[in-house]
């Protein structure tokens, strides 16, 4: 069964502070990583995906990628109460046949940014 | 910004009722899903479908669930006699890329409650 797991918080960061959220999966052959953000009731909106090890900057975000360890984690600077919600990790297992994706998601952090 | 539209957006039913979510993909994705996300739990794969039929179902997807493109745009997920455990949040999903994915875009959901 292949699992990511996050630590669900509540991770609360002062506003203006670096948030670091981190996620772990079990599937080695995972190839892509993707972080999403999801207020609540609302559906996921992608921030940044991520392929090969390393960072990835994206504006106030970015993904940092370590398959050895395979860990994926977000960083998000100067955090703006905006920012709070929850921050969901997802990983791509590996194109099926037909080129669909299956992602497996991770239960998610709660990112609270406090004014 | 493309969108993926969903309706309803909120469906009550009773219990062991047919319902159909309906889904307008992005007009030129070819990939598209079906997710699911129980009220704080994780979202969850259901099934993906590509040239007019499905790629990849879940365990979750038995034989309650259906889906359909019916007219070369909707594209529908049926629950054929809905239970208590179907309450959850319903999203599609869409994506133009058969490569190695490059995230996915979540419509705004269906919030299903099964009375």
């Known amino acids: 069964q292949k699992e990511v797991e996050q630590n669900s918080g509540p991770l609360s960061v002062p506003e203006g502070a670096i948030a670091s959220l981190n996620c772990t999966y079990s599937d080695r052959g995972s190839q892509s990583f993707f972080w999403y953000r999801q207020y609540s009731g609302k559906s996921p909106e992608l921030i940044m995906f991520i392929?090969?090890?390393?960072?990835?900057?994206?504006g106030r975000f970015t993904a940092q990628l370590n398959k050895a360890s395979q860990y994926v984690s977000?960083?998000?600077r100067d955090s703006q109460p905006s920012d709070s919600a929850t921050y969901l990790c997802a990983v791509n297992g590996g194109p099926l046949p037909t080129g669909t994706y299956k992602y497996i998601f991770?239960?998610?952090t709660r990112l609270k940014v406090l004014a | 910004e493309p969108e993926v539209t969903q309706?309803?957006?909120?469906?009550?039913?009773q219990m062991?009722?047919?319902?159909?979510l309906r889904c307008v993909p992005i007009s030129n994705h070819l990939y598209f899903y079906w997710y699911r996300q129980i009220l704080g739990q994780k979202v969850e794969f259901l099934v993906s479908f590509y040239n007019n039929?499905?790629?990849?179902?879940?365990e979750i997807f038995d034989d309650q669930f259906s889906v359909e493109r019916p007219d070369g745009s909707n594209f529908t997920l049926k629950i054929r006699s809905t239970k208590l455990e179907d309450s959850a949040m319903y999203f599609c999903a869409s994506s133009g890329y058969?490569?190695?994915g490059y995230g996915y875009t979540f419509g705004s959901g269906t919030r299903l409650t099964v009375v």
């Open chain 1, 51 to 58: 392929y090969s090890n390393g960072d990835k900057e994206d």
């Open chain 2, 7 to 13: 309706t309803p957006s909120h469906q009550v039913t």
């Open chain 1, 106 to 108: 991770g239960t998610g």
């Open chain 1, 74 to 76: 977000l960083l998000i």
């Open chain 2, 16 to 20: 062991g009722q047919e319902v159909i």
């Open chain 2, 98 to 100: 058969r490569g190695q």
């Open chain 2, 53 to 58: 039929e499905i790629s990849e179902k879940s």
